[in-house]
Structures are given as C-alpha cells and as structure tokens.
C-alpha cells in the first residue's frame, strides 16, 4: 500500500474515533429582580391583581366537571392495595397517585412523597376555599415508612399546613429557597433549602440517592404581599437504578431540555398536563 493510501486510511480511523465535542451545559441559578425571585426566560409574561379581576368579571365556568353521582362512576376510587405498598418490586418505579400533585414514589427502596396535600381544602381556611372533587385514596396514617417530602412551592394546593404537622420530622423535607423557615415555623427541622441545581445526598436502607432542585416556570404566593418572596422548583431523585423527575407547577421553558440532559434519563416523570385558565398562573 502507497504511503498515500495509509496516511489516507490512519486520518479516516482518527476521524471516526474522535468523540463528538459537547457544549457545557449553562445552568441558570435563580434570579431575583427588585428583591424578588423571577423567571429568566424570554417570553414569560407576570400577570397582577388587575388581571385577576378581570378574570373573574368576564370567565365562565367550563371545566367540564360532572355532577357528584356521574364522577362517582367516571372517576371511581379505587382501594389501595396496602400489601404493595409494603412490598414494592425491587426493579420498578412503583407510584400511588394521591390526587393533584400528590404522588407516592417508591423506587430502590425509597419512599418519597411530592407536594403532600390529604386535607379537604386547598385553603388557609378549614371551612372555605377551592374544595378536592375526589378523596384521597389513603390516609398519612396508612403510609409507609416515609423517606423523602419534596415540596415545589407554597401556593395552598402544593403546601398543606395540617399534612406537614402530621408527616412531621421522620422525614427529610427538600424545599426551594425561601421555605426553609415557614418549615421551621411549623416545627420542621429535618429540613435542606435547595437553590436551582443545588443537590443534596442521602443514603436510605444502604442505598445513596441524589436529590437534585430543578428549575420551573411559575411564581409564589401564600399571604397579602409576598409575593414571589419564596422560590419555586422541580426536583429530580436519582438512585442506584432508578430515576425520577416531578416538574412541580410548570410552564414550557427551555430548561427542560437542560433538566433531561443532565439529570435524566428518567424511569417516570411526574408532569402537569393542563390548568385551570386563570391568569396569574402565567403557564
């Protein structure tokens, strides 16, 4: 073979072995803006109290909800299986939905709750406010040993006051920014505040899982006027096998694509499909 012909025949085989160059992924951190935490990304648009109002003046209601005896029979309860919840497969993703963003996830021997809400109402009243259509399929009594609480932000229907009290300190609380101290308020000190790709460690039955706060498109709002003072998020929870993402609330950003890449891929994701068309959500 000419000298040409191998020069020719080394330069393809480099070629072909030479792994693609990657760009390094930006991970935005949070931002603020006027001392408050803000969305970074083009397009978002913040709506105010002028937009609620409004709303409410020219809305009407086409949810499209049935009546109580229809949605018995549309949307059954169905009895929860407390045997699996004791012995959940070793090589699956195992996941009891609560009802809105409430999700029980097991997976490599972690039990982990998102965003536990049981109680009736979705308010910081007992007796008044937006009210669940469907029970809960279990009570916190009947859990399992609970691991890990992930908590998206502090609108009243992802933050419950009563369940908090009641899951108590047995658990490992990971909250965004901001949070920390309404937990600690409550009487939570088992507690880590979390920036965006912020991670935290833990080790659960001799297994190590990485819980990481992902960025979300959204806002915060639990009083008169604190508006945005707290962060928002989604997190991912990856074991020695397994993955997990949960969006929390969310509208389409490009970090996504940022969240896939380096935190996936994942075994389930847990993902809002649709919302209520009220203005401020800005989704």
């Known amino acids: 073979m000419s000298a040409e012909k191998e020069k020719e025949k080394e330069t393809e085989a480099t070629s072909s072995t030479t792994p693609e160059k990657t760009e390094p992924l930006f991970l935005q951190p949070s931002v603020k803006v006027n001392g408050k935490f803000a969305n970074p990304w083009d397009g978002y648009e913040a709506r105010g109290f002028k937009h609620v109002i409004k709303w409410y003046a020219n809305h009407t209601n086409e949810n499209g909800i049935p009546e109580q005896p ?21 090589d699956k993703v195992q996941v009891t939905w609560v009802g809105h963003s409430t999700v029980l996830v097991q997976m490599d021997g972690l039990n982990l709750l998102t965003d536990p809400v049981f109680a009736e109402r979705c308010s910081p009243l007992s007796f008044a406010g937006t009210k669940r259509l469907r029970p809960p399929p279990l009570a916190i009594s009947e859990l399992p040993r609970i691991d890990l609480v992930v908590i998206s932000h502090n609108h009243y229907d ?14 490992l609380w990971c909250v965004p920014l901001g949070l920390k101290k309404w937990m600690n308020d409550c009487g939570i000190t088992n507690v880590h505040e979390l920036d965006w790709w912020g991670e935290h460690r833990l080790r659960v039955n001799d297994k190590d899982f990485l819980v990481t706060c992902v960025p979300a498109q959204h806002w915060s709002k639990r009083g008169l006027f604190d508006d945005n003072t707290t962060l928002w998020s989604g997190w991912t929870v990856a074991g020695p096998n397994l993955r997990f993402y949960y969006s929390g609330d969310t509208g389409y950003c490009p970090v996504f694509e940022q969240i896939g890449k380096k935190c996936g891929p994942f075994d389930l994701a847990a993902i809002p499909v649709s919302a209520p068309s009220f203005p401020i959500l800005g989704l």
């Open 158 to 171: 992802h933050l419950s006051h009563p369940d908090v009290l009641q899951l108590g300190n047995t658990p």
């Open 70 to 90: 229809k949605l018995e029979s549309t949307l059954p309860l169905h009895p929860t299986d407390h045997s699996l919840l004791a012995n959940p497969p070793a």
